[in-house]
Every structure is written in structure tokens, then in C-alpha cells.
């Protein structure tokens, strides 16, 4: 089994920053991916950024500028820098990995749990 832990969200003003991070730990003999996406209340969940093991980044239109994602891969973690912070922000971010268990096999996708993100006006 795989879990992914996130932490880092909480309660900003606008114009803020907060730094996401999610671990993944468990059944991991590589990581092709980890992203961020996010979910407001009554929308959606939607993707905001992808960072693939090459290192690799692209992120959602709605972000681009003022989040920035990385991975430190001998930690298997993935973090997200969110600078800029704006009300429309706010959503529960949920941490998602692309995981191979065994080499040459297949990947599987994990979620985590999600951590709240409130941006005040």
C-alpha cells in the first residue's frame, strides 16, 4: 500500500504565501509523477500543477506565475509554493502520485487525504 500525507494549508490573507508538502511513503519503487490539484466548495476537483520525475513542470493557467512546484525525490515529497494568494484560491489541495511498485510494472495512482487552504479578502 501506498499513502500520501499532506500539510502545510491554513488560513491566509490575500497576498499571502503558504508551502504545501505531501510525502508519499509505502509500496514505492519509483515515482513517474506527483501533482497538486484542488477542490472548492460545490466545484470540481481541478488540477493546478504537475512535476514529473525528469523534473518536469506544468501547471494550470490559473496558477502560472504565483505557484510553484517541486520534488525532492529522495524524500519522495512534493511541495507547492503558493505566493499571491487570492480568495478564489481557496479549496482543499489534494496531493496526487503516479506509482510503480516493482520495476517495470505498472503505475497506480494515490491520493491523499487533502489540506485545507482559506484565503481571506
Known amino acids: 500500500q501506498v499513502q500520501l500525507v499532506e500539510s502545510g494549508g491554513g488560513l491566509v490573507q490575500a497576498g499571502g504565501s503558504l508551502r504545501l508538502s505531501c510525502a508519499a511513503s509505502?509500496?514505492?519503487?519509483?515515482?513517474?509523477?506527483m501533482a497538486w490539484y484542488r477542490q472548492a466548495p460545490g466545484k470540481q476537483r481541478e488540477w493546478a500543477a504537475v512535476?514529473?520525475?525528469?523534473?518536469?513542470?506544468n501547471y494550470a493557467d490559473f496558477v502560472k506565475g504565483r505557484f510553484t512546484i517541486s520534488m525532492d525525490g529522495a524524500k519522495n515529497t512534493v511541495y507547492l509554493q503558493m505566493n499571491s494568494l487570492k480568495p478564489e484560491d481557496t479549496a482543499v489541495y489534494y496531493c496526487?502520485?503516479?506509482?510503480?511498485?516493482?520495476?517495470?510494472?505498472?503505475?497506480?495512482?494515490?491520493w491523499g487525504q487533502g489540506t485545507q487552504v482559506t484565503v481571506s479578502s
Open positions: 496526487n502520485a503516479l506509482v510503480a511498485k516493482v520495476a517495470g510494472g505498472p503505475t497506480f495512482s494515490y
Open positions: 509505502g509500496s514505492i519503487f519509483s515515482i513517474n509523477a
Open positions: 512535476i514529473t520525475d525528469s523534473g518536469s513542470t
